[in-house]
């Protein structure tokens, strides 16, 4: 229509010059490499009388290249038509028309408050979107949720996953990197970062701030269990754990002499107080035999234990060996 527009202005070679995708509004690379094009179109062939658009925003959205454009036209003696509203630049002796003119300003400027207005109802009406849980776009879809019918929703395999994650990392046994290879033992495949980055993630109790907009979820955890994981990774922060040996009479074997608590020198439990005078007593008692007898007491002191589970015990050790049965499968 554009095209047989121009040929009824008496124009019969016609250059289009088009991109798709380009933004006038956002005034993106696209349209910016538009811009440039349709100047250097003009001033490499000097045979161009005129250009001609469907309407003026489709030429800019912003006033100072929509003056520019003006300037330019005049400039160069090209006679600029608009079809929508109807406004020719220049008189038929190349005069510049004074009431075009002044239009073409009104309209700028017109132009430029109607897409100021148009952004803000953008944002009202994302903003709105958020508050109701539907998917504005521009971000990746968290790791357990899915969006259906333009809403978030959980994505039930997933978020069973992220309570997982969450109430195992809260019990403070877990790093990241632990309780990665702890679900990779499960058969899930996850990695130590996306592990904490969903632990970062406060979208799972119900909301999050992305680019100002407050998205509302379907909360998968409370804010509780996400608080306590929260605290368990700051003090991770602060007492990074490094690996230690399994020391089974730490704390419980004393010295018979001062009742001091002694500790091991890799190989023997001696009295922590005999090193700094304290204690005459210079006894050392091999780490592997106490060890191997603290175990033993205490493996038939666990079985009398497990013999007198209460309803809530099995309950707990039915999802333990749950858990060790998903493990040998995968």
Same mark, same amino acid.
């Given at each position: 229509e554009l095209i047989s527009f121009?040929?009824?202005?008496?124009?019969?070679?016609?250059?289009?010059?088009?991109?798709?995708? #380009?933004?006038?509004?956002?005034?993106?690379?696209?349209y910016m490499e538009l811009v440039k094009k349709v100047k250097d179109t003009i001033l490499s062939d000097r045979d161009i009388k005129a250009a001609c658009v469907w309407e003026l925003s489709r030429l800019g959205r912003n006033e100072v290249i929509l003056m520019e454009f003006k300037e330019f036209f005049i400039k160069n003696n090209i006679q600029f038509i608009c079809k929508n509203p109807y406004m020719k630049l220049l008189e038929d002796d190349g005069r510049v028309n004074a009431g075009m003119e002044l239009a073409f300003s009104l309209f700028s400027t017109m132009s430029k408050q109607e897409m100021q207005e148009k952004k803000e109802r953008f944002k009202r009406a994302k903003k709105?979107? #958020?508050?109701?849980?539907?998917?504005?776009?521009?971000?990746?879809?968290?790791?357990?949720?899915?969006?259906?019918?333009?809403?978030?929703?959980?994505?039930?395999?997933?978020?069973?996953?992220?309570?997982?994650i969450f109430q195992l990392y809260s019990t403070g046994e877990y790093s990241t990197y632990t309780l990665a290879r702890e679900l990779r033992e499960r058969g899930i495949g996850l990695s130590d970062r996306q592990v904490a980055r969903i632990l970062k993630s406060e979208a799972y109790t119900g909301k999050e701030v992305v680019n100002k907009y407050t998205?509302?979820?379907?909360?998968?955890?409370?804010?509780?269990?996400?608080?306590?994981?929260?605290?368990?990774?700051?003090?991770?922060?602060?007492?990074?754990?490094?690996?230690?040996?399994?020391?089974?009479?730490?704390?419980?074997?004393?010295?018979?002499?001062?009742? #001091?608590?002694?500790t091991s020198n890799s190989r023997h439990y001696v009295c922590c107080r005999s090193n700094k005078g304290g204690c005459e007593n210079r006894?050392?008692?091999r780490q592997s035999v106490a060890d191997n007898l603290l175990w033993r007491v205490a493996s038939i002191i666990h079985v009398e234990y497990l013999t007198n589970l209460t309803a809530d015990k099995e309950e707990e050790y039915r999802k333990d060996m749950a858990v060790l049965d998903q493990k040998i499968d995968v």
């Open positions: 121009a040929k009824a202005q008496g124009y019969d070679e016609i250059i289009p010059i088009e991109a798709v995708g #380009a933004s006038a509004i956002k005034m993106d690379d696209k709105s979107m #958020a508050s109701k849980g539907q998917y504005i776009g521009g971000h990746t879809i968290k790791y357990g949720y899915k969006v259906e019918d333009g809403f978030f929703v959980e994505n039930s395999k997933e978020a069973d996953v992220v309570r997982s998205i509302h979820y379907p909360p998968i955890i409370s804010q509780e269990l996400f608080d306590k994981a929260l605290e368990v990774r700051d003090k991770n922060r602060i007492d990074m754990k490094r690996g230690k040996r399994l020391l089974l009479g730490a704390k419980l074997v004393r010295c018979p002499k001062c009742g #001091a608590v002694c006894f050392a008692l």
